[in-house]
């Protein structure tokens, strides 16, 4: 229990202390990123002796927040704990000089928990909290600098599409739960028939969006708007491997015609995201497109029936891309520009940083002994032995040979031209992105390991498919090394850098109606606003009416009827003397009156 609470609580005090305090936001992000990983090791030491730690807390009646902490879920918390600990590190570097530390800092962390959070989740309940969390924690991210030109429009747009496929988790989640009577995730995999196809189907839209599979990629590219550690974060075990591990949880639901779907979403996106990359002009936007690319092949295997070869590559991918991204923040801090063109001979200025970025690169590529070397293996060897092997293996193959290419080419491009001074030293940058290239250079390593953890255990995929891997990452680093973009594309190039948009892309299938639907709300608003202004000056008008009415008729009526009962009240007193003799001479008169009207009645009746 105390691992949990480390590992979930740990990133949260430290964004409420730097929110709070707005004092060494680095101290506080890098203790709460420390103890967090430390939770997180504790985790899946527990996990990996074969314990499981779980935890139910009081929440609605018969819906508690369920935290587990099995070998997979400990597994993946440490995958995020571990990269968001390097991450953060590389960030106290490139966040140096900017006055905003505390908004940064603290968004990170927060961004940390409700990811950690979406890992444990034991409940639907409970993941359906940190999916919203993750996505208001990232839309903060990609807007940080919303001062510069097009970024709150890119901070908009990716809330804008990963918000539309959240629908389908939702109805996924209330389905199953209806289905299963419980909001326990472990029960609700029971599920079996055309619900669990229904809901295979719905967890699929609502990872499109958030992996930014087809037809949802745009929106991960325009996403570089946000600082590079935040790209680092996103892209490689947080807000885009939402939707994979949504996917890898959920697997042993999923039936035949979900999984044959998914399948063909991601080996699609794995082609187009990866021509994506090869056209494109900078070196984040190819790097994003490369993310949207890795977790289509991830789907791949997912859609093949091996969810455990997605796994070993989104850990994989998760130290990969992490340094990558950090490289190429390093060369971007030099040259002040993410564009191509500019950073021309960056790497030989940083020779070191170019180093870990190479490496990384190939890892990417799948060379051997690198880690992605065995998990690409893994999901040839999944598509091969799929039923839908005719349609996934050839998508798997144009994948991993286009990932080959954009990497031969960014490598090419960094290492070409001439080299310039850098700025200054960056120590702690080079730090947290050094643990992530050992990492990507290692984990594969420990894929054996790992899958006996999990009970998991890959089919030997033989000495074909470790050649066909092989032949393929070294095809593509060859192509893309030694030819240009428009050679290999050709007519491809110009739609590939326009993200291959489809009747207008999803800006007019999903951003332009949105906004259309957010303007005709806001007029409605404004007339309403305006009737409801028009309704309170009438009744202020009948107000002063009633009010004028009420001072110069009713009050005048009554204040004249109180003074003539008080004049008459007061003449009336006269009467009442106190003298004897008046009131026997009133009497008298009195008696002499009634007898008068006596003896005068029989005169008139």
């Not at 295979?200 to 550690?229: E, H, I, N």
């Amino acid at each position: 229990m105390i691992w949990l609470a480390f590992t979930l609580l740990a990133p949260l005090g430290a964004a409420l202390a730097v929110f709070a305090l707005r004092r060494a936001p680095e101290g506080f992000a890098l203790a709460g990123a420390a103890l967090g990983l430390a939770g997180a090791l504790g985790l899946f030491a527990g996990a990996a002796g074969g314990a499981e730690i779980s935890a139910a807390l009081p929440f609605l009646p018969d819906l508690p927040i369920r935290l587990v902490a099995g070998p997979l879920t400990a597994t993946l918390a440490l995958v995020v704990a571990t990269v968001a600990a390097m991450v953060l590190t590389y960030a106290v570097g490139y966040m140096a000089r900017d006055p905003e530390r505390p908004r940064f800092f603290g968004t990170m962390l927060m961004f940390v928990t409700a990811m950690q959070l979406l890992v444990l989740s034991g409940d639907w309940i409970t993941l359906l909290a940190a999916w919203e969390m993750i996505g208001f924690a990232s839309y903060l991210l990609i807007g940080f600098w919303h001062g510069r030109k097009g970024v709150p429009g890119a901070a908009m747009r990716a809330f804008l599409y990963t918000r539309t496929a959240d629908l389908g988790l939702y109805l996924a989640a209330f389905l199953l739960i209806g289905v299963a009577g419980t909001s326990e995730i472990s029960a609700t995999l029971s599920t079996t028939g055309t619900p669990a196809l229904i809901a295979g189907l719905l967890l699929l839209f609502a990872a499109m969006g958030k992996s930014a599979q087809v037809p949802m990629q745009d929106w991960l590219m325009r996403a570089m708007a946000g600082p590079t550690p935040v790209s680092a974060l996103l892209h490689s075990a947080t807000l885009v491997a939402a939707g994979a591990i949504l996917l890898i949880r959920t697997a042993p639901m999923l039936p035949g015609g979900a999984l044959l779907a998914i399948g063909l979403v991601g080996g699609i996106t794995a082609v187009v995201t990866g021509l994506m990359a090869l056209a494109s002009k900078d070196l984040k936007r190819l790097l994003a497109a490369s993310t949207a690319s890795q977790y289509g092949l991830m789907l791949i295997a997912v859609g093949a029936g091996v969810p455990i070869a997605a796994l070993l590559h989104l850990i994989a991918h998760a130290a990969i891309k992490s340094a990558l991204f950090l490289g190429a923040g390093v060369f971007q801090h030099d040259r002040e520009s993410i564009d191509l063109d500019t950073l021309a001979g960056a790497g030989r200025a940083r020779p070191g940083i170019f180093a870990g970025f190479a490496v990384a690169a190939l890892a990417l590529a799948g060379l051997p002994p690198l880690a992605a070397f065995y998990s690409k293996d893994a999901i040839l060897a999944a598509a091969l032995d799929s039923p839908s092997a005719a349609w996934l293996l050839p998508l798997a193959l144009a994948g991993s040979v286009l990932t080959g290419a954009y990497m031969g080419r960014a490598l090419k491009v960094l290492w070409s031209g001439a080299a310039e001074t850098p700025h200054d030293k960056v120590p702690l940058m080079a730090v947290g992105m050094s643990v992530l290239v050992a990492l990507a250079a290692t984990l594969g390593f420990v894929f054996k390991p790992l899958e006996a953890m999990l009970g998991a255990h890959l089919a030997e995929p033989g000495w074909v498919v470790p050649v066909m891997g092989l032949a393929v990452g070294l095809a593509g680093l060859a192509l893309g090394g030694l030819l240009a973009p428009a050679r290999l594309l050709g007519r491809l190039l110009v739609p590939a850098r326009n993200g291959f948009p489809l009747a207008g892309g999803m800006d007019a299938i999903v951003v332009r109606p949105a906004m259309a639907i957010a303007d005709a709300c806001e007029r409605f608003e404004q007339h309403l606003l305006a009737l409801v202004l028009a309704m309170g000056r009438l009744n202020l008008r009948i107000g002063d009416r009633a009010q004028s009415t009420d001072r110069d008729t009713i009050d005048r009526a009554i204040f004249g009827l109180v003074d003539r009962t008080i004049a008459l009240g007061t003449r009336a007193r006269r009467l009442q003397s106190g003298f004897i003799h008046r009131e026997m001479a009133l009497t008298a008169a009195g008696i002499a009156l009634v007898t008068g009207v006596l003896l005068a009645a029989p005169l008139y009746f």
